[in-house]
């Protein structure tokens, strides 16, 4: 490895766990780290001389690596994130590659010496976690068509998924996360960020119902290691074939949570603009349903969580996009749906939306 990456001298191989001492990952601005400096890791590091562009991110620094007609993503993680979530994220690829190994997820690469993440540190800085991963090929789900047909080929994968994480845990599995359903009611906070006082007040309702009907039965609910970020960015679709589903990607907010908050995460990123409010969604949990049956008890709140996941969205990113503008247009991304969610959902009767999902699974 050569010795001009960093500004300042620097020890080359760092492989002490010392985590940086920083408070909040979500407030602090993604690392430093140039092209050429990428290219100069990618080839010494882990064998791979690659053209190197940048992916978008939104805590990590994200890099494209093509290595002929192969692709992979070498991530820089952000240095305030422990270091054993890191290594939390990885176990998880690696578990679910040797139980499901037909499962679209990314593939850890190994380093030339076989490890699965290397540690970049530079005297006067934090250290910053590398990792490279395979790189899906496909279109982002928010890109092609939906179907019905494709809501449940993602409903199915969600699924087996959730199957394949069924057996794995880590100690840092029960890491705090802003973007945990069991800690919604933590985001009350941020509704002031919200200018509009009639969305404001549609925000607060479904948290008072996420408060009144949900929360006090989480505890009882099955809980398991869970990806909790199935939007239409983390989601690829096959190119030639737009009902199959090619790439679940960014493990990122994986957490030890109760198993329906996947499906309510998946689910919340499904909606109609015409016909029930509740149609599309009902595509893709009846097939996770039949892949995956859900307790009485998970679908009597799955309306609750769903809405949640919602007013999560509008409430996080409002918050962090008036505080990154710079990156105000990736943070917002999924708030506009967000909004006509709740506001198609404020439609419903928490009765009228459990007996359709009810209907939709066959568990009348």
């Known amino acids: 490895m050569h010795h001009d990456l960093c500004e300042t001298p620097r020890n080359s191989y760092m492989t002490t766990t010392q985590l ?98 290397w540690l970049l540190t530079c005297a006067g800085q934090e250290p910053r976690v590398i990792r490279v991963l395979s790189f899906l090929q496909g279109e982002p789900l928010y890109r092609v068509p939906t179907s019905a047909m494709l809501r449940r080929n993602l409903g199915r994968d969600a699924a087996r998924l959730d199957l394949a994480l069924r057996g794995f845990f880590h100690p840092a599995a029960g890491h705090e996360l802003m ?28 948290l008072d119902n996420f408060e009144t009907n949900a929360l006090p039965v989480l505890p009882r609910l099955r809980a398991q290691v869970i990806h909790n970020d199935l939007n239409p960015h983390n989601v690829l679709v096959s190119t030639s074939e737009h009902s199959r589903i090619a790439g679940i990607i960014d493990f990122g907010d994986m957490v030890h949570a109760p198993l329906v908050n996947n499906l309510a995460v998946a689910a919340a990123y499904q909606l109609a603009s015409t016909g029930h409010p509740l149609e599309a969604m009902a595509d893709l949990i009846a097939a996770y349903h039949s892949v995956l049956p859900l307790e009485p008890i998970e679908l009597e709140i799955l309306f609750d969580l769903i809405a949640t996941r919602m007013v999560l969205t509008v409430a996080i990113t409002g918050w962090r996009a008036a505080r990154h503008p710079e990156n105000e247009a990736y943070i917002l991304r999924n708030n506009p749906q967000a909004w006509a969610g709740l506001e198609r959902f404020d439609s419903l009767t928490r009765t009228d939306a459990q007996a359709y999902l009810r209907q939709a699974c066959h568990a009348e």
């Open 20 to 117: 940086p001492d920083i408070v909040s990952l979500l407030d602090t601005a993604s690392p430093v780290l140039s092209m050429p400096q990428v290219g100069e890791i990618a080839r010494d590091v882990f064998g791979l001389t690659a053209a190197v562009s940048e992916l978008a991110g939104e805590r990590d620094r994200n890099f494209h690596l093509r290595v002929g007609e192969t692709h992979y993503v070498l991530k820089v993680s952000n240095p305030a994130e422990d270091r054993q979530v890191i290594d939390f994220q990885t176990g998880a690829l690696l578990h679910i590659a040797s139980v499901d190994p037909g499962l679209p997820v990314p593939r850890v690469i190994p380093t030339r010496s076989g490890a699965a993440e």
């Open 179 to 206: 973007w945990d359903l069991k800690h919604a009611i933590r985001v009350r906070d941020l509704l002031v960020h919200i200018q509009d006082r009639e969305q404001r007040a549609l925000a607060e309702r479904f």
